[in-house]
């Protein structure tokens, strides 16, 4: 990419209102762009042009043909509005003829917890138009032709499905998809992998196109082909007030047309262009830089489906890094051939360039998380490192690796301040020995050997990263695991390979057999009976001077503390005294260059929220903010705690 990202978007266009002449509600409270004809994005001499597609309008308002489409009564004379415009990009689309877009097959699944299987993932427009329904009833209408794959499908979402390293919750939604001449349509509820429901419908699809379109009306969702429908009773759009679209296959999408079928207005909006908030003084990374430390960035990791809630929190920081989209297997849904070589076509930048794009235009710092990994990688790729060790062929990992680091990398050395390269390297901290190496593929892979950090942190180098840093946990109270961790990466300092470590600071307390356990337990004051700010600032302050004396620059890149319901009456006030313990030392540390939390709030996308199984969700309780109705909520002792510390007050 070389640098060469979209244009700022201009924030003075008027949203799109369908329905109603002019109504200034919804998109400007989130900080999204009125959807009009954009015009590409990419300049100079990126690796490849940004293609732009007809569609929309600037200022006003069209009415697109829809030719010869069989359409309910309730879709004629309604206003409606393209949705096919250039940020349809980002789900992997290529501009076809007459404003229409070619829809690639994806093949993007998520690897199941324990090894289990893969869960298929397909693309949904986590970034991109959108259709916000203010609650309103509303149509959409869809062309389908030119299908060369098994299936074509069109998704509708009410929320964005929530991805993790090796689980997937789907939420409510609905598919639609033309298979061997006939529509099936799927039904999400939010409670399971699999759809709740499948439906076929009443209709012959094929020839030269397939007709589709989806309506809600009041307290149900009509899915239609011509004059064949299903009645699925549901308010899921009702409830969401929007629409996301997704879409997976080879076929063309020749129209997708928003339609205001009730009595109140339907706005078309683009989250790409949001705006986050400006780092305020009286937040956190403003406070930093009131107390001397213009060099320390305080950030957090963002998903983009997520922006919705914490957006108004972004104020706090001026570093974003992202949880899931930049991990192996979102960037390389296939892998590589027997040889380990890659090819421009097997990489997956849409959301990543989203992300990029989002921490550039609103000013953000970025840490790219993260590219060699155990886990988060595609079935085709764990089947070739797994081949590579069977075959004892490590000429052939380290060519992949190559050809992997050095095209992220290239793409992203400009824009990036600190890398992940290799993420989590050591065995988990509950194995019977936390000292040890992960034995996952790319160790096997490399012989049995640690060979492929030093190699990994190598090629981040040759290829341009700034900043080289290897990420762990568990670090932070155990020692002997963190001279493990030492002597593997001191060397590769010594190199000039690596910057810095990340020290991710899942921080922990719970009991077990009546005695405190956990990180935290070491921040106890035996004399006055309390856990201790300074405990907490002295332990963590001597790991950062351990760091520095092997050479390495130490980051907090994950922070989160986690307290059992054991405390949960001293909760917050413990997290405020753990947090103020560690934004003192890290102030006071110069070697300490980022402070990082993973994620604000605990809404349902965070780490530790788990889905229950009548699809609502038990959230989880170690971020400063909460979640409540869909909007953060602040833990008064956790934040008041972490700007205690930065403002060196323990």
């Known amino acids: 990419m070389e640098g060469q990202h979209r244009q700022d978007f201009d924030p003075t266009r008027r949203n799109v209102i369908i329905g109603v ?33 007809e569609g929309g309008t600037q200022g006003g308002i069209t009415l697109p043909e829809t030719t010869n489409m069989h359409l309910p009564e309730a879709f004629n004379g309604a206003k409606h509005e393209k949705l096919i415009t250039d940020s349809w990009y980002l789900l992997g689309a ?58 074509a499908s069109l998704f509708f979402h009410s929320k964005p499905d929530i991805t993790l390293d090796e689980d997937l919750f789907h939420m409510p939604g609905i598919g639609v998809s033309v298979q061997g001449g006939r529509i099936t349509i799927d039904v999400w509820d939010g409670k399971l992998e699999q759809p709740d429901d499948t439906f076929i419908l009443d209709a012959k699809a094929g020839g030269d196109h397939t007709d589709i379109w989806v309506r809600q009306e009041g307290g149900k969702v009509i899915v239609g082909s011509g004059a064949a429908q299903k009645v699925i009773t549901t308010s899921m759009f009702k409830k969401s007030k929007q629409v996301l679209f997704g879409a997976d296959g080879d076929f063309r999408l020749d129209t997708l047309d928003v339609y205001a079928t009730g009595n109140g207005p339907v706005e078309v909006n683009d989250t790409s262009k949001r705006k986050l908030p400006d780092v305020s003084p009286n937040g956190l990374q403003g406070i930093a830089r009131a107390h001397g430390r213009n060099d320390l960035i305080i950030g957090t990791a963002i998903d983009l489906g997520s922006l919705d809630s914490t957006a108004p929190l972004m104020e706090h920081v001026g570093g974003l890094k992202p949880e899931m989209l930049a991990k192996m297997q979102a960037v390389l849904p296939g892998g590589p051939d027997k040889q380990g070589n890659l090819k421009p076509e097997d990489f997956n930048w849409q959301e990543v360039d989203a992300f990029v794009d989002l921490a550039k235009r609103n000013g953000r710092a970025i840490e790219m998380h993260t590219l060699i990994f155990g886990e988060a990688m595609s079935e085709a790729t764990q089947d070739f490192l797994r081949d590579c060790a069977k075959r004892g062929d490590k000429a052939a990992a380290q060519n992949f690796m190559e050809h992997y680091i050095k095209a992220f990398v290239g793409r992203y050395k400009n824009d990036v301040h600190t890398w992940d390269v290799v993420n989590e390297p050591m065995a988990d901290t509950g194995d019977d020995d936390a000292t040890k190496p992960r034995e996952h593929d790319w160790f096997k892979a490399f012989g049995n050997s640690t060979e492929y950090i030093a190699f990994a942190c190598k090629t981040a180098k040759e290829a341009g990263a700034k900043r080289v840093r290897i990420n762990e946990n568990g670090l932070e109270t155990d020692k002997e695991r963190r001279q493990a961790f030492i002597d593997i990466v001191k060397p590769i300092a010594a190199n000039g390979w690596a910057d810095a470590v990340g020290l991710q600071a899942h921080l922990d307390l719970g009991k077990e057999d009546g005695e405190n356990s956990g990180d935290i337990a070491d921040y106890f004051n035996d004399d006055t009976g309390r856990f201790d700010a300074s405990y907490a600032h002295d332990e963590i302050k001597t790991v950062f001077k351990e760091f520095a004396a092997a050479g390495l620059e130490a980051d907090i890149t994950e922070f989160s503390i986690d307290i059992s319901d054991d405390f949960a009456a001293d909760r917050e006030k413990i997290q405020g005294i753990v947090a103020a313990g560690y934004g003192a030392a890290i102030m006071e540390s110069p070697t300490v260059k980022i402070f990082s939390t993973w994620g604000l709030e605990t809404g349902p996308f965070y780490m530790t929220s788990e889905r229950n199984s009548d699809g609502s969700f038990s959230l989880g309780n170690d971020a400063p903010w909460g979640y409540k109705a869909g909007q953060p909520v602040p833990r008064p002792a956790y934040v008041g705690g972490m700007k205690a510390g930065l403002r060196g007050e323990i």
């Not at 900080?31 to 732009?52: C, F, Q, S």
Request: charged letters at 20%; proline letters at 9%; hydrophobic letters at 35%.
């Open 21 to 53: 002449a002019a109504v200034a509600a919804g998109a400007g409270a989130l900080g999204v762009a009125a959807l009009g004809k954009i015009e590409g994005w990419w300049g100079g001499d990126g690796p490849e042009a940004h293609p732009t597609f």
């Open 94 to 151: 290529k501009p076809g003829p007459n404003g229409s877009m070619d829809i690639k097959a994806s093949g993007f699944a998520i690897r199941k917890v324990d090894d289990d299987g893969y869960i298929p993932n397909p693309p949904i427009m986590r970034s991109g138009p959108r259709v916000d329904t203010n609650g309103n009833d509303f149509g959409i209408a869809a062309r389908i032709s030119n299908v060369t794959s098994e299936k």
